[in-house]
């Protein structure tokens, strides 16, 4: 077995690519990063932006966009050829723990909470062309 270093703390989330060509991790290094399924290297720089741990990844079903939630109340869209930031920010009250895509790619929901957020837990659906909450569920 090879091993690649690449991140320096903590993983938290994994997820394969839809081709599964591709691996991409969140960490508590505030970072993601993609990883080549069939070889275990690392793909490209880590993805930083974040200013806290990375809690959740997920990549679009269209292979398109990685979603990575954040305990520093973001969702951050990544497009996976280039490595960087794709358009704005999601912006909540609360930590995000959770992130996924929906099949058709056009909404993520997102599961996150904090006793301080005036919505408390809460299921948001997020609409990835406005980069607005659509729902939220308490």
Not at 4 to 11: K, L, V
Not at 17 to 37: I, L, Q
Not at 48 to 60: A, C, F, N, T
Request: hydrophobic share 35%.
């Amino acid at each position: 077995m090879v091993v690649h270093e690449g991140h320096t703390d903590t993983i938290n989330s994994v997820t394969f690519s839809p081709d599964g060509k591709s691996v991409v991790s969140g960490s508590d290094d505030n970072t993601v990063r993609m990883w080549n399924a069939n070889s275990s290297s690392p793909i490209g720089e880590p993805l930083e932006g974040h200013s806290s741990y990375v809690q959740s990844v997920s990549y679009s079903p269209l292979g398109n966009l990685i979603a990575s939630g954040s305990w520093d109340n973001t969702i951050r869209l990544w497009d996976p050829s280039t490595g960087q930031q794709s358009g704005d920010i999601l912006k909540g009250d609360h930590t995000f723990f959770s992130v996924a895509f929906a099949p058709d790619a056009k909404l993520i929901a997102s599961g996150g909470g904090s006793s301080y957020s005036p919505t408390g837990s809460a299921v948001q659906l997020w609409d990835v062309q406005t980069r607005k909450a659509a729902l939220i569920l308490t």
